[in-house]
């Protein structure tokens, strides 16, 4: 009745992607100290380079006339789909190219907003970074050739050749592994470095921090040029599985159900991220199963989430009031001082 | 203060308002390389101003501030407190402020400046800040061995006494190398043998690097067992200056502590 598989892959690209964010919004906010309650711009900024690249520069290449079947319409989402089955490198080629434009752009777009948000104090940063959020979705409503409120759909799988929707899925997914996979690694690396030494120094105290020589805006905007730049990937990753994109899904609900997921998982620790990731992902994947039995409920799962991610919550933070997987002190210390233990006088 | 001494720091008629308060009047001080000089007063006297505009955290209202680099004299007054940190100059705070999320040793280990592992790129390849952090943490144990205080490198600053936390902030500051340090009472709170060998140990690297100490303290009967020269601030201006043994007996200095 149910395809286990189907969802279970399904679950798992919305977990990579989700804890893409998750381990870029630990990064930033847990350990450099930038409350980022914009998370969803960069996410959907990621996501609408991506779209267009993918659909418009797809078009374009292949000799489409795009004034006339812009991808927003039923002749451009033919044609779209008409060319990703028929040649899978430029597919592949452009969807490679779109990720690595939107984690520059994205990246670049964080760090000039660094600027403003470095300025005004610790509380308005999220503020600042939230109102950003609203004004890029209020931006892509109003232009037209991103499709308007309607968005723009079509966005090439990129390994929607392979002609086996299951087939096609699991390399999209473990393309999605992957690139999680080298994120967790950055993330984890940078945490237990100097830099993450110092980047938590200044979340503690930034005044301390600058009068020890730490040139904290500086150290800011480039975490967050790299955080930024990495949640564009996501978005990007995720505009092509979900093969369209429209302003509704770039709402503020999206950020807090990342910063949920670092509460859970436990903010400071890229495990607690994708932990925290793990647990959403599924209960908002299983919550979207109810859509078949909407006939016989009398509530339907936009209601429900807020409850179940709000009891998982409390629960979790009653039971474990720093997450369910919080930072240990780095390893690599203890490790030196043990093989120097006994040669200091 | 004669002639053959080279100063490294001078501050010209330095003063600072806030409002209608009047911090520092015309503070005109003379710190002469690889000296240990006191800076004493009562409560409110401007010592810490003083400090704060020294080290960039406050601007002057008015006068200059000079340091001497590689021969020659720059003004820092204005400039920001990280880069004065990179021209050499230390500072400790007179209330602790350890980073409370970092372990003892952390805590020292985030002092050094232009750390390999603080780039981005560096930090992922941790085979290119190993060898450095090794170096460093060598230094950090071998500063807490001095003081007999291994015990407490992997400690939170939470779980450590009031005299422990102010000996991790001084020591903090000597973990950089640098050439000016500017040390806010930090014998407050210590007991009387960590205190002598605190001083000792301030001493014995004022030898063997000539470093200069400009020190803060309210223990003044331990300050004086170390420093060369002292200057006094009263209500924002320099009262008096001298050798420690002419300061004691000054009457005027008596009288600003303790009143007529």
């Not at chain 1, 989700?18 to 711009?41: D, H, R």
């Not at chain 1, 795009?66 to 430029?90: D, F, H, M, Q, W």
């Not at chain 1, 770039?250 to 950020?255: I, P, Q, R």
């Not at chain 1, 933070?317 to 001082?337: A, D, E």
């Amino acid at each position: 009745m149910i395809d286990v598989i189907g969802f279970l892959i399904n679950w798992l690209i919305y977990f990579a992607i989700y804890s893409m964010l998750a381990i870029t919004l630990n990064l930033e906010s847990g350990i450099g100290g930038i409350t980022n309650f914009g998370k969803v711009a960069f996410f959907g900024l990621g996501a609408y380079i991506g779209a267009l690249m993918n659909t418009y520069m797809l078009l374009a290449i292949s000799g489409v006339d795009v004034s006339k079947a812009p991808p927003y319409t039923a002749e451009g989402v033919i044609a779209l789909t008409r060319i990703s089955i028929s040649n899978p490198a430029l597919v592949l080629g452009i969807f490679i190219l779109s990720i690595l434009v939107s984690f520059t752009v994205t990246g670049i777009f964080g760090y000039l907003l660094t600027y403003p948000i470095i300025r005004v104090g610790a509380g308005f940063v999220g503020f600042t970074l939230l109102s950003i959020g609203e004004v890029l979705r209020a931006i892509y409503i109003n232009t037209e050739f991103v499709g308007g409120t309607y968005g723009m759909l079509g966005i090439p799988q990129p390994f929607m050749w392979i002609n086996n929707t299951l087939l096609s899925n699991i390399c999209y997914l473990l393309l999605s592994i992957s690139i999680l996979a080298l994120i967790y690694i950055i993330s984890h690396r940078i945490l237990y470095s100097p830099l993450g030494r110092t980047l938590r120094s200044i979340r503690d105290d930034d005044i301390v921090a600058l009068c020890l020589g730490k040139d904290v805006p500086k150290i800011k905007s480039k975490i967050f040029f790299l955080t930024s730049g990495l949640s564009g990937v996501a978005g990007t990753l995720y505009a092509s599985y979900v093969s369209s994109v429209n302003p509704q899904m770039f709402v503020m609900l999206v950020t807090f159900n990342v910063w949920a997921m670092i509460i859970i998982g436990g903010s400071e620790s890229p495990v607690g991220a994708v932990v925290g990731a793990l647990i959403l992902t599924l209960v908002e994947r299983l919550l979207s199963l109810t859509a078949s039995f909407y006939e016989y409920l009398p509530f339907t799962s936009d209601y429900l989430r807020p409850v179940i991610i709000g009891l998982i919550m409390t629960i979790v933070l009653v039971k474990y009031p720093r997450g369910l997987f919080p930072m240990k002190p780095p390893k690599i210390t203890k490790s030196i001082v043990k093989d120097l233990e006994g040669k200091i006088s | 203060m004669n002639g053959e001494i080279q100063p490294i720091l001078n501050t010209r008629n330095v003063s600072k308002y806030f409002g209608g308060v009047r911090a520092l009047e015309k503070v005109s001080i003379i710190i002469p390389e690889g000296g240990i000089i006191g800076l004493i007063g009562p409560n409110g006297s401007g010592k810490t101003t003083l400090f704060n505009i020294i080290t960039g955290f406050h601007v002057p209202s008015e006068g200059e501030v000079f340091y001497k680099l590689n021969s020659k004299f720059i003004r820092i007054d204005g400039l920001n407190p990280h880069e004065v940190f990179r021209l050499g100059i230390v500072r400790t705070f007179q209330i602790p402020r350890l980073f409370p999320s970092l372990t003892v040793i952390e805590n020292l280990l985030v002092t050094p400046i232009g750390q390999k592992g603080e780039s981005i790129l560096n930090a992922i390849r941790w085979r290119s800040w190993l060898e450095e952090e090794k170096s460093l943490i060598k230094k950090a144990l071998s500063l807490l061995a001095k003081f007999n205080k291994l015990d407490i490198a992997f400690k939170y600053p939470a779980e450590l006494s009031v005299a422990d936390i102010k000996l991790v902030e001084t020591l903090r500051g000597l973990m950089n190398p640098a050439r000016l340090y500017l040390l806010d009472e930090p014998l407050a709170g210590l007991d009387l043998l960590t205190a002598r060998t605190l001083l000792k140990f301030i001493k014995e690297i004022r030898d063997t690097y000539k470093l200069t100490f400009i020190i803060i303290e309210h223990r003044i009967d331990l300050l004086m067992e170390i420093v060369e020269y002292v200057y006094v601030l009263h209500n924002g201006r320099v009262l008096a200056s001298g050798k420690p043994e002419e300061i004691i007996q000054n009457p005027d200095i008596i009288k600003a502590y303790v009143g007529e």
